[in-house]
């Protein structure tokens, strides 16, 4: 199976399970909220804790309630993060943010249930042990919280009225906890689920998460708004300090190509079995949106 197929069938196969979650509760406009901000996406997150369990030997039925986790953790940054008091973004994978569909405080409920429901999947018998289901809780809550995605937007906000533009360091940092954090678990998520040794994929995570931000600043200055399906330039326009803006467009493309090599080469003690996930670096460098 080529790599983009794999991360369809992944994507539908992670939709079934989130669709599953969902089927019980209330009939309220707030799940229903819930559901929109959970709608389609590359769910890439979610694909790098199925190829990682699958690489390392576990079914996917053994993994997706961990994948659903995720992609339900990461909905919820989203539908924050388009917030007014936060991005104030009025357009998310091609149609009107939640707060603008519904209203501000539904937006803020809905993205408070998601990232609950990210907690009460990791919770499914389905994923192992107890022990093994409480690292994969205290993982997402540190990648999630005031360690990473939380401090990385904390960081994002604080540089917009800072009086000393940040620098490729501090970008770093930044984007290490808003974007990379995140994706560090995931990737890191096989490991756990299989009590596998983590470091390899660990190195390969650090380096696909800023090899990935790196893309997303390329795009915010190159890319097409109907592919990206949201606003495009607003980082150059709030006069934002961002890999592009430090290192160009060719220095920014490089810096992401040698990060993607990076993140293949730490996968080298895994041979032939990651070559999915090799593909998932590359891919990470060359989409469109």
Request: contains cysteine; hydrophobic residues 55%; proline residues 3%.
């Amino acid at each position: 199976m080529s790599f983009t197929a794999r991360l369809t069938a992944d994507a539908a196969l992670i939709a079934q399970r989130l669709d599953a979650a969902l089927a019980d509760k209330a009939d309220q406009p707030v799940i229903h909220a819930m559901a929109y901000a959970m709608r389609g996406g590359k769910r890439l997150r979610g694909f790098l804790v199925l190829e990682s369990a699958r690489m390392l030997g576990l079914a996917d039925a053994r993994a997706v309630s961990a994948a659903a986790a995720v992609e339900a953790l990461h909905a919820y940054s989203l539908v924050h993060d388009d917030l007014p008091s936060m991005d104030n973004d009025d357009l998310r994978r091609g149609l009107p943010t939640l707060h603008v569909k519904w209203d501000e405080a539904t937006a803020i409920l809905a993205g408070d249930a998601l990232q609950s429901l990210a907690f009460e999947l990791l919770s499914d018998p389905a994923l192992g042990a107890a022990e093994v289901r409480i690292a994969l809780v205290a993982g997402l809550a540190r990648a999630a919280g005031a360690e990473g995605m939380v401090l990385g937007q904390a960081l994002d906000i604080a540089a917009e009225t800072a009086t000393a533009p940040l620098t490729l360091a501090d970008i770093t940092a930044l984007q290490a906890g808003k974007t990379g954090a995140l994706i560090g678990f995931a990737a890191e998520a096989g490991a756990i689920l299989t009590e596998a040794d983590p470091g390899p994929l660990r190195a390969y995570a650090a380096a696909l998460g800023l090899a990935f931000q790196i893309a997303d600043d390329i795009l915010d200055v190159t890319g097409d708004a109907a592919k990206a399906g949201k606003r495009l330039q607003k980082d150059a326009a709030a006069g934002k300090a961002t890999f592009v803006s430090l290192l160009g467009l060719d220095g920014a493309r490089a810096r992401a190509l040698s990060l993607a090599n990076e993140a293949c080469a730490a996968l080298a003690p895994y041979g032939p079995r990651a070559e999915m996930l090799k593909a998932a670096a590359r891919f990470a460098v060359a989409r469109e949106m």
